[in-house]
């Protein structure tokens, strides 16, 4: 909503104050009156102004003073200030100028003219503010494309260097057969790169110039991300890195989209999710919910070295890198997520990162879902059979808490829990969760608790579980194998932890264990 303009009115006349009141009440302006000049300076020191009328004549300091003063405050030295005076001749009004007064208005005015200069003297103000903006943007996206140009000859000729380098030592006739393969592998890898690099510039231009025309066919989404994780997996080379597709139990859907643009952005965001994490996993797949029908919401995740706060903004603006090109330790065009996000754009949906920086990041991506007419098509729904064993125990009398952000786990546990009569209570996040548990503190036996969760992580809920006396095991499931171990899991207050994918005979055990000693 734009901010009605704050306007202070300095002058000793009551009566001239009231009249300027009348004059401008039917504008949307916001009004203070100062009745002297060391008063206007009081106010202008803890008040941002667009706009001063000021008189010439006060008690204490006098209009001039005043001006010159109050051009010297930081927040209100861009204020453009009217004189208001009977004293405006030549020789006040080149002094009014002098002293930074922007305008003269001469006493008695009439109302449309006090009324058209101050717009004037706004809108020219406005219009100020927008060329600085609009300066700032020009010098950043010259300052990009700068970046972008040195960064670009430096991605280009280092793989061209390799080629070239190597090309030259594979002439040597005294070269072992091994030597000859790995020359030639390398030349093979710097190749790819240049040529990963002129497609991403390809597909900017094409987008650019609205060229990108997405082509609809039935994908077996399973089946192509399968493809894609065992694309990736070949890539995350001799680091302890894991890489996990995670697709929720018993879905197998068929969708419309365009298969290969999807794959592009897959590849794309699992690239830079291999190239930013040095340890731990990097995770994707995609959420169907029941509660949004309408969407479906891929994510990539990894545990690599994040995104500041500051950046996470701009990462999606062609050429932005968190890194600054002159000192950069990772290789790229900077393209990679202008790419996504206008794929992502153009197929109707929306990006969004979560990330926090040395702990990693979540690209969420939700488009629309458009199941295929196909008798293949197997949406979830809470009536799908999951072919999955189920626990055989007797808990009719005993609740249990689920909290997981992913709400196929539920239906996991409502599946594998269903012959044993157990009464389950579901909470999406750690708030949520809180909730759930406080309302139902007398009847909770056992809560399973995810470990990444929104809002409220599983370690933090835990934690207030505990601080607030609760007594009742905790069990944390989390798919994160590398990132928390037991003993962490122990140390917040949870009884044990079992690790995604969930067996049921583990499922069994711990249950076993934790509710009928209860
Ligand atoms: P490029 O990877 O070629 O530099 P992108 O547009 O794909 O270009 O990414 C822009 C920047 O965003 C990267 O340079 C990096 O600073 C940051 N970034 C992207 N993905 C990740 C990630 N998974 N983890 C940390 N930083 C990332």
Known sequence: MKKHPFILVV???????????????????????????????????????????????????????????????PHNAATPIIFVTIYGDGKNIVKGFEVGGADFINKPFSKEELKIRIKTQLDLKQALKDLMVAKEKAEQSEKLKMAFLSNMSHEIRTPMNSIIGFAELLTDESLTKEEKEEFISIIISSGQQLLKIIDEILTVSKQEAGEIKLIDQNIDLNKLLSEIKTAHTKLIKDKPVELYLSIPEGNNPMIVGDKVRIKQIFDNLLSNANKFTNRGFIEFGYQLSDKNPEKIKFYVRDSGIGIPENKQSTIFDRFAQVEDYMTRNYHGTGLGLSIVKNLVELMGGTIHL??????GSIFWIEIPYRPAKTTKQTKLTRETPFKIQHIVADWHDKTILIVDDFEQIYYFFEEALRKTGARLLYAHDGVEALEQYNEHAEEVDLALIDIQMPRMNGIDLCKAIREQGGKIPLIAQTGLALNINKADALKAGFDTIIYKPIEISTLQKVLEKYLNNG
């Open 11 to 73: 002058d000793d006349s009551k009566s001239s104050q009231l009249l300027i009141k009348k004059y401008l009440s039917s504008e949307p302006y916001n009004l203070v009156f100062a009745d002297s000049g060391k008063q206007a300076l009081a106010k202008a020191r803890s008040n941002t102004f667009d706009l001063i009328l000021l008189d010439i004549e006060l008690p204490d300091l006098n209009g001039f003073e005043t001006c010159r003063s109050l051009k010297k405050e």
């Open 354 to 359: 979560e990330s926090e920086e040395g702990k």
